[in-house]
């Protein structure tokens, strides 16, 4: 069973930056593809980025490819979405996920509770 906990999000005006972190525990965190995807009101899940376990692959959702980066610290069993340039649109509860290193979000087997970013124009 792993268990992931978010951080970092909060209000920011537009074209500002803020990072996100995913602490996981009670796992193997380097043996999972890890995840980020957000949800905004009234829309469903969708995927904006996921790394593989080592961290040598990584794909975007086209709406966030180069402004937002995700790495992981798999010493620290963390991993971080550095989020710049941010837009109005990508107000969102932002959820880490853990599973196979794939866009769609049935192939996360855990997920934490979510951390909202709010930017605001």
């Known amino acids: 069973q792993v268990h992931l906990v978010e951080s970092g999000g909060g209000l920011v005006q537009a074209g500002g930056s803020l990072r996100l972190s995913c602490l996981a525990s009670?796992?193997?965190?380097?043996?999972?593809?890890m995840g980020w995807f957000r949800q905004a009101p009234g829309n469903e899940r969708a995927f904006v980025a996921t790394?593989?376990?080592?961290?040598?692959?990584?794909y975007y959702a086209d709406s966030v490819k180069g402004r937002f980066t995700i790495s992981r610290d798999n010493a620290k069993n963390t991993m971080y979405l550095q989020m710049d340039s941010l837009k109005p649109e990508d107000t969102a509860v932002y959820y880490c996920?853990?599973?196979?290193?794939?866009?769609?979000?049935?192939?996360?087997?855990?997920w934490g509770q979510g951390t909202q970013v709010t930017v605001s124009s």
């Open positions: 996920a853990a599973g196979r290193f794939l866009r769609q979000d049935n192939a996360y087997d855990y």
């Open positions: 009670g796992g193997t965190f380097s043996s999972y593809g």
């Open positions: 790394i593989a376990w080592n961290g040598s692959n990584k």
